[in-house]
């Protein structure tokens, strides 16, 4: 199983940047597939997930409106796209099998990926 993050970047505020995060295995067909983010210093959160299907999407507080999720299961590819970026969306972002909004114990899922860096001022 692998997941390889990608599309991070430098943005000034209100800026946007679309994340892609590559699944290999059989880890594309779990039931849910989420976003995650982690600031320096504080604990990894959910912030976006997506079940299997597609349509059904969710959202934590603090990117809703902003931050749309989607996949495209032709080529095993779960995207973020965000909008209206703000300071405080700064972090590394990461994929998981996973769609836990809020905090996570980054033991309690099974699979991460390297991560891609994104930087707001």
């Known amino acids: 199983v692998q997941l390889v993050e990608s599309g991070g970047g430098s943005v000034q505020a209100g800026g946007s940047l679309r994340l892609s995060c590559v699944v290999s295995?059989?880890?594309?067909?779990?039931?849910?597939m989420g976003w995650f983010r982690q600031a320096a210093g504080k604990r990894r959160e959910g912030v976006a997930g997506?079940?299997?299907?597609?349509?059904?999407?969710y959202y934590a507080d603090s990117v809703k409106g902003r931050f749309t999720i989607s996949k495209d299961n032709a080529k095993h590819t779960l995207y973020l796209q965000m909008n209206s970026l703000k300071p405080e969306d700064s972090g590394m972002y990461y994929c998981?099998?996973?769609?836990?909004?809020?905090?996570?114990?980054?033991?309690?899922?099974?699979?991460w990926g390297q991560g891609t860096q994104v930087t707001v001022s």
């Open positions: 998981a099998p996973d769609c836990r909004l809020g905090a996570v114990n980054v033991n309690s899922v099974a699979y």
């Open positions: 295995g059989s880890t594309y067909s779990s039931n849910c």
């Open positions: 997506v079940l299997r299907g597609g349509s059904v999407t």
